[in-house]
């Protein structure tokens, strides 16, 4: 995908908007809705401000209880890039340079801004490492996998009982037992 600079190119100042619907292919991603994309593009002479937002929802996979659900994005975009002047420096062995911001912005062709990486870059960098289907997922049981959100199994139930009570418990258990 690729937004057409040549008009944005002929005048500083000058801004552009663009707007798209799709559907992005990743072999480990899974779009429930398409991924919606509002930028507005300004020429600021030697760079371009591109800023604006993207939306859509994602199949995540709980890390607690395992389930898949659906992962909603709402992503805040701004970037500068810098039109396709090249950053020149002379560095002998053994010197020490000095990063300015700009060895950090993006450069730009004046023709077109290739979109896929600044779309791919935000959605990767906004999915939770560890995503929670809700923030109080309870999980499943390390002993039998029960999901304890559905139902509590008898080992949670028997993780719970007070420490003080166990002899007790475990006379009464014995007792039974013969
Ligand atoms: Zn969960
Ligand atoms: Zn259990």
Redesign the pocket.
């Known amino acids: 995908m690729e937004i057409y600079l040549a008009d944005l190119y002929s005048e500083v100042g000058k801004e552009l908007f663009f707007e798209e619907e799709f559907i992005p292919q990743y072999e480990d991603l899974f779009f429930v809705t398409p991924v919606h994309i509002k930028l507005k593009l300004v020429n600021l002479g030697r760079e371009v401000l591109v800023k604006g937002s993207l939306r859509t929802k994602l199949k995540l996979i709980c890390s607690r209880c395992l389930k898949e659900f659906p992962y909603e994005l709402n992503i805040r975009i701004q970037e500068v890039y810098l039109w396709d002047i090249p950053i020149q420096r002379n560095i002998g062995p053994g010197e020490i340079i000095e990063l300015t911001k700009e060895d950090f912005k993006f450069v730009l062709e004046k023709e077109s801004l290739f979109l896929d990486p600044l779309v791919e870059d935000n959605i990767r960098l906004n999915i939770p490492v560890k995503p929670l289907c809700r923030p109080d997922c309870k999980g499943l049981?390390p002993?039998?996998?029960?999901d304890l959100n559905l139902e509590e199994?008898?080992?949670?139930k028997k993780a719970k009982i007070d420490p003080r009570w166990e002899p007790l418990m475990k006379f009464l258990n014995e007792k039974g037992g013969k």
Do not use: I
């Not at 002993?143 to 029960?146: K, L, P, R, S, T």
């Not at 199994?153 to 949670?156: D, L, R, V, Y």
């Open positions: 049981c002993v039998c996998g029960q199994c008898e080992c949670s």
